[in-house]
């Protein structure tokens, strides 16, 4: 069973760090597309960042120059760092797993980020 467990989450001032991390169970961790999601009260989720299998990343323009995705194979780990956060970034972040950029077919459960001003 495949499974995506997040981490790091927390309340932080305005333009702290964070680095949130996601445990992930399975074998095929290392061919799969993985990203980050977040999603505000009253908004829609949205894409902040992913990864593929061989290593191309994006980011939402929001957040591009802030936040660093990584991702480490042998531990089944995805890393999203956080710097000079700003209250915009307040929600909860997850953690998606699928065969390519784009369509996740696995979903972790959720950590809250909470920037304060």
């Known amino acids: 069973q495949v499974q995506l467990v997040e981490s790091g989450g927390g309340l932080v001032q305005a333009g702290g760090s964070l680095r949130l991390s996601c445990a992930a169970s399975?074998?095929?961790?290392?061919?799969?597309?993985m990203g980050w999601y977040r999603q505000a009260p009253g908004k829609e989720r949205e894409l902040v960042a992913a990864i593929s299998s061989g290593g191309t990343i994006s980011y939402a323009d929001s957040v591009k120059g802030r936040f660093t995705i990584s991702r480490d194979n042998a531990k089944k780990m995805l890393y999203l760092q956080m710097n000079s956060l700003k209250p915009e970034d307040t929600a909860m972040y997850y953690c998606?797993?699928?065969?390519?950029?784009?369509?996740?077919?696995?979903w972790g459960q959720g950590t809250q980020v909470t920037v304060s001003s």
């Open positions: 998606a797993r699928g065969w390519r950029l784009g369509s996740y077919n696995y």
């Open positions: 399975g074998s095929t961790f290392s061919i799969n597309a």
